[in-house]
Each structure stands twice: as C-alpha cells, then as structure tokens.
C-alpha cells in the first residue's frame, strides 16, 4: 500500500453549527483520522436541511474527480468512484417540515447526487442539545450564545499521541449515545473506529 495512501481523507461530515464542529473535532483528534469538516465560517452559521441542496451544487460538489481533488479523497479514474471514504452529514430535524425531515433520514434527498452512495445522514432528534440531555452528558440547556464555549470545553482538542486514553475516551462518548434513540451518531463512531487498524468500538470494557 502506497504510503500517500494513509494520507486521503476517510470521511468529511457537513455540520450544522458551533456544536456539531466542536464534537467532531473531539472525536477526530481523540482517534487521529484524516477528517475534513465541512461548515459554514467554522461553526459560527449554521447549515441546515433546507440548505443542503444549495451546498451540494457548488462546484466541488457536482463531480466525484472533483470532490476528491477539492477534499483530499482517493479516487480511482477508471471506475470513478471514491475509495474508503463516506459524507457523512450531521443535522438537527426541528427547523424543517416533517415531509423534509423524512426525506433527509431516509437519504431520498441526496437521490440522484454524484455523491449519493457516499451520503451518510447523521440525525440529532430535535436537536443535538436534546441528544446530549438525554444521554447524560449535559444537564441542563445553555443559551446559543455560550454553546460554542461549552461544547469546546467538554469535547476538547486533543493534542496528544493516540492511545488507549483517547480512544477510551471516544468509547465512553460512544457508550452514553448507544441507548438514545433520537440520533443515529453512532453510524459516525463506528465508521471511524473501523478506520483505526487492530481497534474495534466495543472492546472488553464492557462500556
């Protein structure tokens, strides 16, 4: 295997705000994977459902070839596809009709795209802030303007090497998601942990 190889992006996730960037980048740098988030001004705007359609015409958008030039993907020329790699887009469902909402999870959206194969919606019911309630990892609503202070306080940056700490660390988050039937975010988890060589998501732990 080509050492260029472990260099290509293995998943870029589309955002919805500060929130989702803030948690992705926990979880990527804790696993050590070539990620590429993809928001509007690093979080600061937000994506919603509604929106996608516009965000996925933009140039970079319409053709696998360019896609994989414009994010750093594997592609193979001769039978135009990607390799190794998913889209994974990570949205709340309370600021969109029922009729999108369904369109959205079920993937009918994205029908017809280049890039539809590749398409994993990721949903947060009605919102991330609800899914982190639920799970025990937030205790009460913050306002909108303190979230971007707060999600970067309990999701950090790790600069560290990889080890058995920071992938614990992904497997504790992981582990409180498991039960929370408003999200599908553990598809993102699993993706990931497949990515990392001898390691799976649910070890001896036992969490």
Not at 16 to 25: D, Q
Not at 33 to 57: A, E
Not at 78 to 94: A, G, H, Q, S, V
Request: charged letters at 30%; one cysteine or more.
């Amino acid at each position: 295997m080509p050492s260029d190889t472990l260099k290509y992006t293995k998943c870029a996730v589309i955002v919805h705000g500060k929130s989702e960037f803030h948690l992705i980048r926990f979880i990527y740098t804790n696993l050590h994977l070539p990620v590429k988030i993809i928001s509007k001004d690093k979080g600061r705007g937000s994506i919603q459902i509604n929106s996608l359609n516009g965000l996925l015409n933009k140039k970079c958008f319409k053709t696998l070839s360019a896609f994989a030039k414009e994010y750093s993907v594997e592609y193979d020329k001769k039978k135009r596809e990607l390799i190794n790699f998913k889209l994974f887009i990570i949205m709340d469902t309370d600021d969109c009709s029922e009729e999108v909402k369904k369109l959205y999870i079920s993937g009918e959206m994205f029908k017809g795209h280049p890039l539809q194969e590749y398409i994993v919606p990721i949903y947060n019911i009605a919102n991330l802030e609800d899914v982190m309630i639920k799970s025990g990892i937030m205790i009460k609503r913050i306002p909108d303007s303190e979230k971007g202070t707060y999600y970067s306080k309990i999701f950090p940056i790790n600069t560290e090497p990889v080890s058995n700490d920071t992938l614990k660390q992904i497997r504790i988050f992981a582990s409180k998601i498991k039960c929370v039937k408003q999200t599908n975010m553990l598809k993102f988890i699993e993706y990931c942990f497949e990515q990392i060589p001898n390691e799976r998501l649910w070890e001896e732990e036992n969490i």
